[in-house]
């Protein structure tokens, strides 16, 4: 776990820096990195207190399976991303905000590549993580999927259960139906199911995506962790779409 953090604490730096190059970063965008920062650092301590043992290293390169419910792009698409996403973190927003439009228009929405999304709520740092998870996918039990994931990362300072409720209403959502889901927990297994399987293949930071070619129910690619800016990712898709 302490190799793991350190790793993250890596990634979140480059991010960061990587960041900086894109579009131009909120004070609010600040604070919340900076709160992360600080949060990761006292999660460090504390493991290290513990001595915990080290979990799996993440390779560079690795296989995922590609058989999640919520997929973007066509399915026939030659490459797939597929992304582990914690609804409060604030990386994962700045790529949602920054970086992902971009990757949309030029790859996702041509056909070049397909997106699914996995759930890795990191709740030690984001106490309204799994929440935020849950409403996401209440929403797709009514067919909005996307739209609250994208209501939910540009409010990601405002993620209480009446906020959530307030962005179903917004969707024009069935509001006892939704609250309903809620209040039973009824994703609570899928989404721990997604945690675990996560942390299997050693991921234990978001956002992480695995970009490579679709073949059958995997995906066999190239690791990239951290809110980059879009070049980064299209240096990698654009050379494995060379390949194709």
């Known amino acids: 776990m302490k190799n793991l953090l350190v790793a993250m604490m890596g990634a979140i730096i480059i991010s960061m820096c990587g960041s900086a190059l894109a579009a131009p970063m909120t004070s609010e965008q600040g604070d919340a990195?900076?709160?992360?920062?600080?949060?990761?650092?006292?999660?460090l301590a504390r493991q290290q207190a513990q001595a915990a043992p080290a979990g799996p290293q993440a390779p560079q390169d690795m296989t995922v399976k590609s058989d999640a419910v919520y997929v973007l792009g066509k399915s026939d698409a030659p490459l797939?991303?597929?992304?582990?996403?914690?609804?409060?973190?604030?990386f994962c927003g700045r790529f949602e905000t920054a970086t992902f439009p971009e990757i949309k228009k030029n790859y996702i929405d041509t056909g070049k590549m397909r997106l699914i999304v996995r759930d890795l709520p990191l709740t030690e740092l984001h106490p309204f993580a799994l929440k935020a998870a849950q409403s996401v996918h209440c929403a797709a039990d009514q067919g909005k999927f996307w739209e609250?994931?994208?209501?939910?990362?540009?409010?990601?300072?405002?993620?209480?259960?009446?906020?959530?409720?307030?962005?179903?209403?917004?969707?024009?959502?069935?509001?006892?139906?939704?609250?309903?889901?809620?209040?039973?927990?009824?994703?609570?297994?899928?989404?721990?199911?997604?945690?675990?399987?996560?942390?299997?293949?050693?991921?234990?930071?978001?956002?992480?995506?695995?970009?490579?070619?679709?073949?059958?129910?995997?995906?066999?690619?190239?690791?990239?962790?951290?809110?980059?800016?879009?070049?980064?990712?299209?240096?990698v898709i654009n050379a494995m779409l060379d390949k194709h």
């Open 148 to 235: 609250m994931k994208d209501l939910v990362f540009k409010n990601q300072n405002k993620l209480d259960a009446d906020s959530l409720a307030g962005y179903a209403k917004d969707l024009a959502l069935n509001g006892a139906t939704f609250k309903s889901c809620m209040a039973d927990g009824k994703h609570l297994k899928e989404i721990a199911d997604e945690a675990k399987y996560a942390q299997s293949l050693g991921i234990t930071g978001t956002p992480t995506f695995i970009i490579g070619k679709t073949t059958g129910d995997s995906v066999k690619g190239r690791l990239i962790v951290g809110a980059l800016p879009f070049e980064n990712f299209a240096a």
């Open 33 to 43: 990195i900076l709160k992360e920062l600080r949060d990761i650092k006292q999660l």
């Open 80 to 90: 797939t991303m597929v992304e582990f996403t914690d609804y409060q973190c604030p």
